[in-house]
């Protein structure tokens, strides 16, 4: 079966714009993960859509949000881009609860250069 | 606070050989801890994972030994080929609390031949 998908790959944006983020999980998967990897924190945890409700939620700004449709299809939002907003976005999808015995399996990523 | 550590950023090791990648917690509250894999362009590739009530658990040439005295986990992979040249990452995950995955920055292996 498909993996998990996100759209677009790459994007360029400038200081001050928005943008949003799309991600497919695997067919049958509900819940959705989001996280911001950078260079120098690593890897870390945005929020976690279940069943179309924020189950989870990171130290992130306000800046950064999220919703989940009935199709469990996903996207985040970043308001008012900063530079250090630049990063690889990863989604992840589980069966039902990430990260506690369903495996989350990660698509390829955003990555997001903001000028 | 909730953090988890990696000892060494880089790990370098000959083809055929073991290698072994450790991972520091300190939450003491954790007890569910995965291994990824993450190759260049490519999103993290779930490895392996092991519950706080095992201190061992054995994969397709990998090893996962957790020591929750000194809150402690490592990956061992046996026979290492150039195709697992990649970043590890460990992740941790408690009950009760929230269930984000809090990830180590992660290593760098690199297997020569």
């Known amino acids: 079966k498909a993996g998990v998908t996100q759209t677009p790959r790459y994007l360029i944006k400038t200081r001050g714009q928005q943008v949003t983020l799309s991600c497919s999980p695997i067919s049958g998967h509900r819940s959705v993960s989001w996280y911001q990897q950078t260079p120098g924190q690593g890897l870390q945890f945005l929020f976690e859509?279940?069943?179309?409700?924020?189950?989870n939620k990171g130290n992130f700004p306000g800046r950064f949000s999220g919703r989940q449709f009935s199709n469990s299809r996903s996207e985040m939002n970043v308001s008012t881009l900063e530079l250090g907003d630049s990063a690889l976005y990863l989604c992840?999808?589980?069966?039902?609860?990430?990260?506690?015995?369903?495996?989350?399996?990660f698509g390829p990523g955003t990555r997001l250069t903001v000028l | 606070g909730e953090s988890v550590g990696l000892h060494l950023p880089t790990l370098s090791v000959q083809e055929g050989d073991n290698s072994i990648i450790n991972c520091a917690y300190s939450?003491?509250?954790?007890?569910?801890f995965i291994w990824y894999k993450q190759e260049s362009g490519k999103g993290p590739q779930f490895i392996i994972d092991?519950?706080?009530?095992?201190d061992k658990r054995q994969g397709q040439r990998v090893t996962v030994l957790l020591n929750k005295t000194v809150k402690h986990l490592s990956l061992q992979i046996a026979a290492t080929q150039p195709g697992d040249s990649a970043v590890y990452f460990c992740a941790e995950n408690r009950e009760g609390g929230s269930e984000k995955l809090v990830f180590g920055k992660g290593t760098k292996l690199t297997v020569n031949p």
């Open positions: 092991i519950r706080s009530n095992m």
């Open positions: 939450n003491s509250a954790s007890d569910y």
């Open positions: 992840a999808s589980s069966l039902a609860r990430a990260g506690r015995g369903d495996e989350q399996f």
């Open positions: 859509y279940f069943s179309e409700t924020q189950r």
